[in-house]
């Protein structure tokens, strides 16, 4: 019985092992996702189009973001939204309102709307780093796609952590470019997918040029982003990730 307990403890450290080993490898493939998607800092010019059964209309937008966590967005057209702004600081967000020049501190339960109408959240307009420190991380699958080794990530929110998905799962390319991400509510649901398409060379980066976000119940309503612009590790100084740069037309020139 002794060499038995023995030997069932000496599995289960090796099994316990491996299932370290391989969370760390997950976590890492998130991580290098992420950042491969923002860089050390982006500057981007893109368009947004929001499709509906009975509507469609595009927006053009201007971004920045630098590090994990920081980003400032405006929309350039069409003229009747021009000016509205979001930003992103840390864990914290503003949206900005020019006809009533005022800036609104958007509250966490927020963060999961529907930015200026879309299917893509506050959250997802920033990609919040939030994955990275409120999920546990897990390699369920590996698959051979176009040559590149493809990992499925599954990713579960941590007990009490202050977040609106109970679990996303991420597609990531060997190289580490991002090719889809899906989305479960608290009952494990499938709510909304994104996916990639048309990987093209933005400043020597390959990337998607078009990301599509749609609802898994309605197939005629999504929201497709466009990249025109994409620049990647550039100069952006602090001061840009500020309210008074929030406020500031400059941005719009």
């Known amino acids: ?14 099994l316990s092992s491996k ?21 050390l800092s982006s ?12 509507f469609e209309r595009t927006m ?30 840390g864990r914290q967000m503003w949206s900005y309102n020019p006809k009533i020049n005022r800036a609104i501190k958007l509250p966490p339960s927020m963060m999961s709307q529907s930015w200026m109408g879309s299917d893509f959240s506050n959250d997802d307009l920033a990609k919040s780093d939030s994955i990275l ?17 493809v990992f499925t990530v599954e990713s579960i929110a941590k007990e009490d952590a202050p977040v609106v998905w109970g679990k996303q799962i991420l597609r990531v390319r060997d190289d580490f470019i991002l090719l889809s991400e899906q989305f479960f509510d608290e009952d494990m649901e ?8 048309d990987l093209v060379e933005f400043s020597g980066r390959i990337f998607p040029k078009i990301w599509t976000m749609r609802r898994v ?16 590790d550039i100069d952006i100084e602090d001061r840009l990730f500020t309210l008074a740069s929030l406020k500031s037309k ?3 020139q």
Do not use: C
């Open 1 to 14: 019985m002794r060499r038995i307990a023995v030997a069932s403890f000496v599995v289960f450290l090796m």
């Open 19 to 39: 299932s370290q080993a391989a969370d760390g490898e997950a976590l890492v493939l998130v991580q290098k996702a992420f950042d491969y998607w923002r860089g």
């Open 43 to 54: 500057y981007s010019e893109f368009s947004m189009t929001i499709h509906r059964p009975d």
């Open 60 to 89: 053009i937008l201007r971004g920045w973001t630098k590090g994990r966590s920081d980003g400032l967005f405006y929309v350039l057209q069409p003229p009747k939204d021009m000016g509205n702004g979001s930003l992103k600081k």
């Open 133 to 149: 420190d409120d999920y546990d991380h897990a390699v369920v699958e590996r698959e051979m796609v176009d040559g590149h080794q």
């Open 190 to 197: 499938l709510v909304k997918e994104m996916t990639a398409e």
């Open 217 to 232: 119940d309605e197939r005629d309503r999504f929201t497709r982003l466009e990249y025109h612009i994409l620049e990647f």
């Open 250 to 252: 400059k941005r719009l």
